[in-house]
C-alpha cells in the first residue's frame, strides 16, 4: 500500500473539501477504484497534527498530492475561502509518499509503510515532498522514472501493468487529470511542466536507515469566476529542492 502524509495547519479541511469534487469530476479515470455512487472513499488516518492518506500504488498518491497543492495555492492566494485566508494566513505542507506493507485490524493500520513515512517526515521541517526508494524504483519500474510523468498521458496507463483492470472506456472525456496535458500557440496551459528529483541520501531515524529523494513538480492548471467567462492560469509547485535542514549520511 502507498501512504501520502499531509501535515496541515488550522483549516487544512477547506483543502480537502475543495480538492473532492474536482477529482470526481476530472480525474474519475485514475480513481475509479475509490469512487463509489459520486462520492471519493479514501481511507484517512488522523496523526493528530497530520494524517496519511492510503492508496493502492504511487501514482494514485502523487496525483492526489498534485490535487491537494493545486486547492492549497487557491487558498493562498485568496481564490478560495477570502476571508479565512486573510484571517488565518498562508497555509504551508510537507509531503511524504511510501511504498512499503500495511496491515489493519479493525479500525487501525499497522506496517511499514506506515513508521517510515512518519519517519521521513519527522526529518523535514520544510514544505518538502519527500519519497522513500521504493516508491523511486515503482516508478523506474511501470513508467521509465517519476520525472516521465510530465511526458505522459492517461492514454499511457493503458500499457503499465498496475492498471490492466481500469475501464478506459471513457478517456476521451478526461481533460482535466492530474496526468493532462494542454497547450495553445505551442504555450502549455494545463498540466504537469516540470519534475525534478534528486536523491538525498540514507537518513536515520531510531536505528534505521531510509534512502530518501526529494521532488519539485512544477504544473499549471486554470481557474474561472463565478459567471465561467473570465479564466485565468496559475502556476503551483508541489515541494521544493531546497535540503537545508535534512541530516543525511
Not at 479565512?84 to 498562508?90: A, F, N, S, T
Amino acid at each position: 500500500m502507498i501512504h501520502l502524509l499531509t501535515p496541515y495547519s488550522l483549516d487544512y479541511r477547506c483543502c480537502v473539501k475543495n480538492l473532492i469534487l474536482p477529482i470526481i469530476k476530472y480525474d474519475s479515470l485514475l480513481f475509479q477504484k475509490l469512487i463509489n455512487n459520486s462520492k471519493i472513499e479514501i481511507k484517512f488516518i488522523d496523526s493528530g497534527d497530520g494524517g496519511f492518506f492510503i492508496f493502492d500504488n504511487p501514482l494514485l498518491a502523487f496525483a492526489f498530492a498534485i490535487h491537494f497543492q493545486e486547492a492549497l495555492t487557491n487558498y493562498n492566494t485568496y481564490h478560495l475561502y477570502r476571508k479565512l485566508r486573510i484571517k488565518v494566513g498562508e497555509i504551508s505542507l510537507r509531503y511524504s509518499i511510501t511504498y512499503d506493507s500495511l496491515f489493519q485490524f479493525d479500525d487501525n493500520f499497522y506496517g511499514a509503510s506506515i513508521i517510515n513515512n512518519a519517519r521521513i517526515l519527522s526529518k523535514d521541517k520544510l514544505n518538502r515532498c519527500l519519497i522513500d526508494q521504493n516508491t523511486h524504483d515503482w516508478f523506474l519500474k511501470y513508467f521509465n522514472s517519476i520525472e516521465q510523468l510530465s511526458f505522459i498521458t492517461d492514454k499511457d496507463l493503458m500499457k503499465v501493468e498496475a492498471f490492466k483492470d481500469y475501464d478506459f472506456t471513457n478517456i476521451s472525456n478526461i481533460e482535466f487529470s492530474a496526468l493532462s496535458k494542454k497547450g495553445k500557440n505551442g504555450v502549455q496551459t494545463y498540466g504537469i511542466k516540470n519534475i525534478y528529483s534528486q536523491k538525498i541520501g540514507l537518513i536515520k531515524s531510531k536505528n534505521t536507515s531510509l534512502s530518501i529523494y526529494n521532488l519539485q513538480v512544477n504544473f499549471i492548471y486554470s481557474i474561472h469566476n463565478e459567471q465561467v467567462t473570465e479564466f485565468q492560469n496559475i502556476t503551483s509547485t508541489l515541494g521544493n529542492l531546497n535540503t537545508s535542514g535534512l541530516t543525511v549520511e
